[in-house]
């Protein structure tokens, strides 16, 4: 059931409706899961209402999280499919800029999707891919089967993990065993971005390439003032800022007037 | 790619899994658009920020939308994919209590998804459906290709127009042709909800079982009341209130003090 939706240059909508045929293009591949398509409909609905643009308390989180992925001694990226689908490249980009594993973490495992995700990857210019198959030998404690596989070179001895499009489950799981999870995700109230360590509330293909930018400025900056502008972070007052920043775009909007906010595209 | 989610009752999201499951069927069966899966998930969203509840703008406009169904010359309801897959026998019950049409309509027509439906439908219970293959053989105007053809039994010539879960365009081209339609979409500042006649915002699955008790209690009402209840309505008022409420359900939330809300399950 291939179907393009040839979206018009013109319409209001353009970079949402790409977006979501980036996606949909990837899960008739095998890359993306069915949940990972409704997923991305949840971050639709926040994105929108966040005026798809990155708030400034996701600022704050992108320069703490760069300043914690400088000073971690092992960071990695964890990937799953909707990542993949979305910022390849920039995945790469970051690996490369920041000195990050990448590993491929999912939720629905399948050994079809990861050799999906890995081509994928691999294509977009990374170059060495963890947690693919029996690479991914080793357990996280209290997870569910499958999900719980991590790879011994990656996640496993990470001290932090970024992870772009996650579920609550593993934050969870991650940040009780030690680690430092950075977490984006377009829900400031997900179960996700409240237990994580710093959550960027934004959409991950303006989130990327702002992440990478802000490694390059502080990578030669004293690791005692990075160390202390990061301890200096709460997470859940930034996660009430942009929660309130939300609600008040939400007030200002006067249907009655004629001013009409840009619409959610909502094809059935 | 068969997957139950297997969810225990205990579930903190057991509801919300439980219909992602329905959907993700019905998807397998071809009655769900891949489109319709994103759809969704901008659903879930909403409705999490409305607290999965029929709020107070969404029971009145449920009774406006009685009254109008029971005063309407000829009511029709337009199914498409997530209709069917959530909300079938309560399609057949309100078509039976308010003698209303029921026809198939499409933004991503095929004739193998309409039969889908209809098979969904007739084993609901709905006895007679429109709009299937070559029965849709008038145009709405200004609608693209597939998506504007109609039953002239049905939608071509019907007063009213209940479309559930429905796209921006449709709603403002049946607008045009004038007539009167009753949208329900849990975005309320979807196209859809600003440009239909009265917008029920809440879920599919809570709206449809009352919307069929609100016809039963006041289908033996004095016209003249219905009329001028109907009349006193004002949707983009209504549309306020409900994003009023979605801004201080949001303002009143604190991280900080632990009462973390309910979840939004994020799988990947």
Redo the contacts between chains.
Sequence with gaps: ?K?RLAIPLTHPRYESLRL?EM??EQ?ETGVV??????????????D?LLGETLIPPAMSAIKMAAASIVIAEHPVISV???LAALAAREVAELSRVADMDVEVN???RSQDRELAIKQVLGEAGVKRILGVGNDASKQIPELGSERRRVDPRGILSADLVLVP????DRTEALRRMGKKVIAV?L?P????S?SASISIVGNIVLVMPTLIDEVKAIEQSPREKLNAMVDRFDN??N??EC??L???R??D????DQK??K??????
């Design positions: 059931m179907r979501r996606l949909v899960y899961a069915t949940a990972g398509l409704i997923a991305h409909g949840r971050g639709e609905a926040f929108y799953n499919g909707n999912l939720f629905y499009l996650e579920d609550g995700d829900n109230l997900s179960r996700t409240v859940r007052k996660l009430e929660i309130r939300i609600a008040h939400l007030l909007l006067r249907l009655q009409l906010p619409y959610l595209e909502a094809a059935d």
